[in-house]
């Protein structure tokens, strides 16, 4: 009995009330900065990818002066590739021009297409760039206030990234130390499966876009449409978008392909370009590779990509994969807290 309260009287007594005064100020904080969450989890996922990196950087160098280095880094690469691929197009922009023409043109033939009648339509590149700057100058406000939101937004969001990559572990073994021993082996579950899928996600996808690039250099020098690394570059930047980006791009080249009374490139576009460049890359290589890693089934990936874009947009890609490690890190711990006897988990379960 004396021992028993001794060691009731060890343990740190905790003040639930300014626990729940806690939790309840994080709260609020959340939701009156919830335009913040989006950078502040984008940063903490690009934060999981880096940190082995800063981890081997900073042997070499400060902690702060490698986080920065790999922040200016990421950086650097996002808006070299921005500026190679508004270069790219700009470059080309008298064939986009003649690429929209040819399709127009074929449109208003004939009295148009499916017997619906389409007017003669000229794509002037020109005058479309006359009316948005036009539209520019009529809305400048708007467009300073957008813009001057946006470059805020981006910046929070690096300067988030640098206090992951600087402070991440630190921060993750702090919460870890006060997690009961007892559950530390299950909650390791879901710790495994998050820091996988985030990892598979954004190195996968990096990867399934230059595979792009690298497979689409040969197909369209082949095709012979001219303008290889104009058609490379457009696909390598819609492949970021799963799924849906080089469809839209295939489909395109379809249609032009039409427009040109071109039936031998249609036959190469949809027989060879499709599979090389959306089917492939999409449907097979980008679920199965990102199941290697996180362990998850491919189908349900396959799910998790299509869910979370058509329900949150563009950053569904990194949403939808998160939460099915979630939903999965969380059936596997339930199963083996109220499952069998001691039956372990097996890592290709759903």
Request: glycine fraction near 8%; charge should be neutral; include cysteine.
């Amino acid at each position: 009995m004396k021992y028993t309260t001794a060691m009731n009287s060890g343990r740190k007594r905790r003040d639930w009330f300014v626990i729940g005064i806690s939790f309840f100020l994080v709260l609020l904080i959340i939701v009156m900065f919830r335009a913040l969450l989006d950078p502040l989890i984008i940063a903490g996922a690009l934060a999981a990818v880096l940190i082995p990196y800063h981890n081997v950087l900073k042997k070499h160098l400060h902690a702060p002066l490698s986080s920065i280095f790999i922040t200016t880094g990421v950086v650097i690469f996002l808006v070299m590739m921005l500026m190679v691929s508004l270069v790219v197009i700009f470059a080309n922009g008298e064939y986009i021009q003649e690429v929209f023409n040819s399709i127009f043109a074929w449109l208003s033939m004939g009295g148009g297409i499916f017997g619906m009648d389409v007017n003669p339509i000229v794509f002037d590149l020109q005058g479309i760039v006359n009316g948005i700057i036009a539209a520019v100058q009529g809305s400048i406000g708007e467009i300073l206030g957008a813009t001057a939101y946006y470059s805020i937004i981006f910046m929070i969001l690096f300067l988030f990234l640098y206090l992951f990559i600087l402070y991440g572990e630190q921060m993750f073994d702090q919460i870890w130390s006060v997690v009961p021993a007892e559950s530390k082996p299950k909650l390791s579950i879901l710790n495994v499966l998050l820091s996988d899928t985030l990892y598979s996600l954004i190195i996968v996808h990096v990867g399934i876009a230059l595979l792009v690039f690298v497979v689409a250099l040969p197909f369209f020098t082949f095709l012979g449409y001219g303008h290889v690394l104009f058609w490379s570059i457009i696909c390598a930047i819609f492949a970021l978008i799963p799924v849906f980006g080089p469809v839209i791009i295939i489909a395109f080249l379809a249609v032009y392909a039409l427009s040109l009374g071109d039936y031998y490139g249609l036959v190469l576009i949809l027989v060879i370009g499709w599979p090389l460049l959306c089917a492939i890359p999409d449907w097979y290589l980008r679920p199965v590779l990102m199941g290697k890693r996180s362990k998850l089934n491919a189908v349900l990936i396959f799910i998790a990509l299509f869910g979370g874009i058509a329900v949150m947009g563009v950053l569904g890609f990194l949403y939808g994969p998160l939460a099915l490690a979630v939903l999965t890190a969380v059936y596997r711990i339930l199963f083996d807290e109220f499952g069998g006897e001691d039956q372990p988990i097996h890592s290709e379960s759903p």
